[in-house]
C-alpha cells in the first residue's frame, strides 16, 4: 500500500505564498504523473497542475504564473519517498480549497498502473 500525505496549508492573506508537500510512504518502481488537484465543497475536484516524467507541467488557467510544481528524482521512481511540492504565490480567495496530492504510477514492477491520492490540506485565502 502506498500513502501520500500532503501538508503546509493553512490560512493566508490574499497575496500570500504558501508551499504544500505530499510524500508518499515508499518508493515507486515508475511514476507516470505528479499532479496536484483541488475541490471547493459543491464543486468537482479540478485540476490544478501536472508533471510527467519528462519533466514537463502543465497548470489550469488561473494559477499560472502564480503556482510552481516541482519535485525531487521521484519522477524517476528513483527517490525512496517521492515527494512533490506546489508553490503557490500571489494567492487569491478563489484559491481556497482542499487541495490534494496525486500520483500515477507503478509501485512494483508486477503492479498495475494506478492512481494515487492523499487525504487533503485546507487553504484558506482571506483577509
Known amino acids: 500500500q502506498v500513502q501520500l500525505v500532503e501538508s503546509g496549508g493553512g490560512l493566508v492573506e490574499p497575496g500570500g505564498s504558501l508551499r504544500l508537500s505530499c510524500v508518499a510512504s515508499?518508493?515507486?518502481?515508475?511514476?507516470?504523473?505528479m499532479a496536484w488537484y483541488r475541490q471547493v465543497p459543491g464543486k468537482e475536484r479540478e485540476l490544478v497542475t501536472i508533471m510527467d516524467t519528462l519533466g514537463f507541467t502543465n497548470y489550469t488557467e488561473s494559477v499560472k504564473g502564480r503556482f510552481t510544481i516541482s519535485g525531487d528524482d521521484a519522477i524517476t521512481g528513483d527517490a525512496a519517498k517521492p515527494t512533490v511540492i506546489l508553490h503557490m504565490n500571489r494567492l487569491k480567495p478563489e484559491d481556497t480549497a482542499v487541495y490534494y496530492c496525486?500520483?500515477?504510477?507503478?509501485?512494483?514492477?508486477?503492479?498495475?498502473?494506478?492512481?494515487?491520492w492523499g487525504k487533503g490540506t485546507l487553504v484558506v485565502v482571506s483577509a
Open positions: 496525486n500520483i500515477e504510477g507503478w509501485v512494483t514492477e508486477s503492479a498495475g498502473r494506478r492512481n494515487y
Open positions: 515508499r518508493r515507486f518502481f515508475g511514476i507516470a504523473t
